[in-house]
């Protein structure tokens, strides 16, 4: 756990002292008084100070290494997380412009085709009816207007 | 009396076509998100909470809860025959009913465990229905102050109780308390944290952060881990336990009822942390301690009485208090907002049809779970064998589609897929969710709670120990604090809501 909580210690200490200058900015008032900066400043400062508490216990301690490389070392799949998440992303990048139907049926084979090796009968198979029903359930039950995009068909 | 006459009008309530189909609901997508690993009714309520905008308030709240108390009798299955908990509460559930099911006593184990839970259950609605009107009238005499204090001790019993490192636990609550304060104070109606983004202004919405916490990052975990499952394949007969089964159970049950109870009310405890203690209590109480972790009866019954009871308990502070307990309240807070309805001491008074119709159909809908998981225990086996490369591309297309619905917008989307990939690297550097979304509800609350004791006391601090309600909860909350540095441990639990 030692270096995980050096990497993480240090990213929430730098991220306190940011989000305590703002605070600031903000105004933090006084205790007759306090302003909107007030309570993030102080939270800032808890943050801060069980960061810097922890990356001193973290210094301190020695073994128990094993537990965590552990952790770490089972990233096997890590390409599927990266898969995934860039689908993602461009699926919040098109989705306004191709419409729901769309993005998302391409969405699904691609999680069914690429980060899992799945047949492509059942790919398709998968997709059709999975987009099918959240269209059904959202759009036409629940009666959200989900994006229509390109394919502008329906009402 | 009152009492009376409010549970009348409760089941008049809940006996209302509607809302019994509500409750219906509710109770088997609790049981189908019990049963389904990898899926916890934190996320399942978060995903389905924008398809409720549509219903009265009662049958929205009725589905809900059923979600919430329907997977604390789901989740046991999964333990039981797959050794995997279906959710987090179920976890110590695998130690002996696992163990059980490999000697060919499955049946007696899901028995058990579906009477635990309909026991515990049912006590802890009679606790709920005679305690609650008494803490609300208590709560009525709470002022800013003693709700400041409050609030203060339900998140640090949050991160003394959470597994892992108390630290940690305290950094993701001052963390949540940061993310809450973006949006518009509304004292001084100046912008926090927006930077410009629109969708930032009415602050950070839990739903979407609740649907990436709890939704998509348990999708990036167990892509990551690779989720091997092998599904015991026996017959599954005799579910009705023996008398002999009973009599070993009965003690574990009794306890297991009181012991959750109380662990729900407290702000921070939950059903989690209940089965746990109560695995813990009965292995020490027993005159055969070395036969736990075996497959004995009372591993399966004290801990699934008190994730049960504990599911009860938690609705006390919402509904008394409006202070959730732990983050599945915290979404159904957010659910009676969005409602127009404001949980707390007047609850009772406002809406009456809300209050006394949810501990009502939480009745029924107890009877309901324990005729859906022992009868047609068949279908859930079977539900369990869906394969998770179809299950996860519909977790996530769930939680895209939900969260756009909330706002018809991009942004919220863009706040789950974020907070999706955060949750999944928090919990990957060993921190934990839960005490951030409690603190992101509980933020607002206790930064108008600070303020204004802080007016009404011209800037004093002393106002917190001026009233010996608010300076106990401090002292209590301080202790807590303190506790672990000078005895050097504290319970240690796994993690997770």
């Known amino acids: ?155 | 009396m009152e009492v009376l006459s409010g549970v009348l009008y409760g089941f008049s309530v809940a006996l209302q076509p509607l809302n019994l189909l509500y409750c219906f609901f509710g109770v088997l997508i609790g049981t189908l998100v019990g049963v389904l690993p990898g899926f916890g009714p934190a996320a399942a309520i978060a995903l389905l909470l924008p398809s409720t905008f549509h219903v009265s308030p009662v049958a929205a709240t009725i589905m809900l809860a059923g979600i919430y108390y329907g997977a604390m009798y789901g989740g046991s299955t999964t333990s039981i025959l797959v050794n995997i908990p279906g959710e987090a509460a179920s976890v110590v559930t695998c130690l002996d009913g696992y163990k059980m099911a490999r000697q060919g006593r499955a049946g007696p184990a899901l028995g058990i465990a579906a009477f635990a839970s309909f026991i515990a259950g049912t006590f802890s609605i009679v606790a709920l229905t005679f305690l609650s009107p008494v803490l609300a009238n208590l709560a009525l005499r709470f002022g800013p102050p003693e709700y400041f204090s409050l609030i203060v001790l339900g998140l640090t019993i949050l991160a003394y109780l959470a597994g892992g490192s108390m630290v940690k636990a305290l950094m993701m609550a001052a963390l949540g308390i940061i993310l809450s304060s973006i949006g518009m104070d509304i004292i001084s109606g100046s912008y926090r944290f927006t930077y410009g983004f629109l969708v930032l202004s009415d602050g950070l919405g839990l739903i979407p952060v609740v649907m990436g916490f709890f939704g998509l990052a348990e999708v990036f975990s167990n892509l990551e881990e690779k989720l091997g499952r092998e599904i015991l394949e026996q017959k599954i007969k005799g579910l009705l336990p023996t008398c002999q089964d009973w009599k070993d159970a009965w003690g574990a049950i009794t306890r297991g009822s009181l012991l959750g109870f109380f662990l729900g009310i407290l702000p921070g405890g939950g059903a989690i942390i209940a089965s746990f203690t109560s695995y813990a209590v009965e292995k020490k109480l027993s005159k055969h301690p070395e036969k736990f972790g075996s497959g004995v009866i009372e591993g399966v019954a004290g801990p699934e009485a008190a994730n049960n009871a504990a599911a009860g308990g938690a609705f006390i502070p919402l509904l008394t208090l409006g202070i959730p307990a732990n983050p599945v309240m915290a979404i159904l807070l957010g659910g009676l907002m969005i409602n127009g309805l404001q949980p707390g001491p007047l609850l009772i008074k406002q809406a009456p049809d809300v209050f006394w119709g949810v501990i009502a159909s939480m009745y029924l809908g107890n009877a309901m779970l324990l005729i859906l998981n022992l009868p047609l225990i068949g279908i859930w086996v079977k539900v369990l064998r869906v394969p998770y490369h179809i299950l996860f591309p519909l977790i996530i297309l769930f939680c895209l589609v939900s969260s756009y619905s909330l706002n018809n917008n991009m942004g919220d989307v863009t706040i789950m897929v974020f907070f999706g990939v955060a949750g999944y690297l928090i919990k990957k550097f060993g921190y934990e969710g839960a005490p951030l979304i409690l603190a992101l509800v509980l933020g607002p609350m206790l930064e108008e709670a600070l303020r204004q004791s802080l007016i009404i006391s011209h800037g004093s601090f002393a106002v917190f120990f001026e009233s010996p309600i608010s300076a106990g909860l401090l002292v209590l909350a301080l202790s807590l604090l303190i506790l672990p540095w000078i005895t050097h441990r504290r319970p240690a639990l796994p993690s997770e809501a």
Request: glycine letters at 8%; hydrophobic letters at 55%; one cysteine or more.
């Open chain 1, 1 to 155: 756990m030692k270096k995980s909580d050096l990497v993480s210690s240090s990213f929430w200490l730098t991220f306190s002292f940011l989000v305590a200058g703002e605070s600031y900015r903000l105004g933090l008032g006084n205790f007759r008084g306090p302003g909107p900066g007030f309570l993030p400043f102080v939270a800032s400062l808890v943050l801060g100070v069980l960061s810097l508490l922890l990356m001193v216990q973290a210094i301190h301690r020695k073994g128990e290494e094993k537990e965590v490389q552990e952790a770490w070392s089972q990233r096997g799949n890590w390409e599927k997380i990266v898969y995934t998440l860039a689908a993602l992303l461009l699926y919040l990048f098109l989705l306004e412009k191709l419409g729901f139907l769309f993005c998302t049926f391409l969405l699904v084979i691609f999680l069914l085709r690429v980060v899992e090796t799945q047949r492509w009968p059942v790919v398709i198979a998968t997709a059709f009816s999975a987009t099918l029903f959240c269209y059904i359930l959202f759009q036409l039950w629940l009666k959200i207007q989900l994006p229509s995009g390109i394919l502008g068909i329906y009402p």
